[in-house]
DNA sequence: CAAATTATTGAGTGATCATTCAAAAAGACT
DNA sequence: AGTCTTTTTGAATGATCACTCAATAATTTG
């Protein structure tokens, strides 16, 4: 079969459902095999290994994170506009019963110092959404301004994707959002 | 050997500090027969199996986390007041070497479905610091004051026990919390 | 001081883990 | 068409997994 190959976007998609859901240590190739519908040899030619398969999951879904802000944030006039709509598009989200996290907070906190390099590999991710606002910020904003009200909505997002898995009351978050971000566009209906 | 036993205390401190930097799945019974110094037949006697060792870890933890906060909570004339500190604790932890966030948080996102009682068991640990604070701002705020900003507080716990998870940088944090909890009494020297 | 009770030991269990590889299959190239 | 290159297959590998249990040791009880 030289040449013609599995649709490694589709391969990539249920390998990053099943490494969210259950975590890298606890996702078995045998379950990778089962998702994907690759045979083990064929995973392992073309990734080289689990870890292997995990980073470009890691990838998969940073890539269409930072897309998705980016065209969010296109659609908005700022960035103070567009957040109250994205805060309450995770709050949705941290309802919904199979919620499960961000993937990259979730490995984030899996990984340990023997897998530095993962964990580099997602540390550098989460650092890109929080330049992207920080940049955003800086339209209206001072640098220092703008680095602090960044890194204060990368701890809101956090504290939600953290927040989230237990507890389900939309009010109380909201309110809390309203508290720790008063600077942000809050709109009546939020 | 009846009646005499191995001290407790000693074995589910180091099995907490297993599970605590190694997360559940990750850590092997081979991994808590060495750290406790237990043979597998005693753990499986003591707690029946890794669950049990786990969940009475998680117990230990936070019951140790609470007894803590509620002596540091004593020390001080208000909460308002002893946040400040509590946050700039958090803060130098998350910038030691062998920082891994908090085993509560750590926990409560590798659990999934599949482990419903161990989660809401975390759930409820948590839930027990928020009320903690809540309870404290009862006393110089109305009830949905007092509500929102003890789910503030939490959401920017959370925040931290990721953030730190791959930054350093001390004053960016500190300069976001100043921003996103105006309204504690942070002094200079923060 | 026996007898009964309970704790400890650690080799051993089958299951599951990540990974390999020789054989077969499917284009590509000449 | 025939050869070459690359992909797919899936059974097999040894390691490690959580867990068990019969034998042993220590302490309490009568």
């Given at each position: 079969?030289?040449?013609?190959?599995?649709?490694?976007?589709?391969?990539?998609?249920?390998?990053?459902?099943?490494?969210?859901?259950?975590?890298?240590?606890?996702?078995?190739?045998?379950?990778?095999?089962?998702?994907?519908?690759l045979?083990?040899?064929?995973?392992?030619?073309?990734?080289?290994?689990?870890?292997?398969?995990?980073?470009?999951?890691?990838?998969?879904?940073?890539?269409?994170?930072?897309?998705?802000?980016?065209?969010?944030?296109?659609?908005?006039?700022?960035?103070?506009?567009?957040?109250p709509?994205?805060?309450?598009?995770?709050?949705?989200?941290?309802?919904?019963?199979?919620?499960?996290?961000?993937?990259?907070?979730?490995?984030?906190?899996?990984?340990?110092?023997?897998?530095?390099?993962?964990?580099?590999?997602?540390?550098?991710?989460?650092?890109?959404?929080?330049?992207?606002y920080?940049?955003?910020f800086?339209?209206?904003?001072?640098?220092?301004?703008?680095?602090?009200?960044?890194?204060s909505?990368?701890l809101?997002?956090?504290?939600?994707?953290?927040?989230?898995?237990?507890?389900?009351?939309?009010?109380?978050?909201?309110?809390?959002?309203?508290?720790?971000?008063?600077?942000?566009?809050?709109?009546?209906?939020?």
């Amino acid at each position: 079969m030289a040449r013609i190959q599995f649709d490694k976007e589709k391969v990539l998609e249920s390998a990053t459902n099943a490494f969210w859901r259950l975590g890298y240590t606890a996702t078995s190739m045998h379950t990778l095999v089962e998702q994907t519908g690759l045979k083990p040899g064929s995973i392992y030619l073309a990734f080289g290994n689990k870890e292997g398969l995990f980073r470009e999951s890691l990838d998969y879904y940073a890539h269409q994170s930072l897309d998705n802000l980016e065209a969010t944030l296109a659609q908005y006039n700022s960035v103070e506009e567009a957040l109250p709509d994205i805060f309450m598009s995770f709050i949705e989200e941290s309802c919904q019963s199979e919620y499960c996290s961000c993937f990259l907070v979730k490995s984030q906190l899996e990984l340990t110092d023997q897998q530095t390099e993962l964990r580099d590999h997602v540390s550098q991710q989460l650092r890109r959404v929080e330049s992207l606002y920080f940049e955003s910020f800086l339209k209206n904003n001072t640098e220092s301004e703008a680095r602090a009200k960044a890194t204060s909505v990368m701890l809101h997002i956090f504290g939600i994707r953290v927040y989230g898995y237990h507890s389900n009351s939309k009010e109380q978050l909201i309110d809390a959002l309203r508290l720790g971000l008063p600077w942000l566009s809050w709109k009546a209906e939020h």
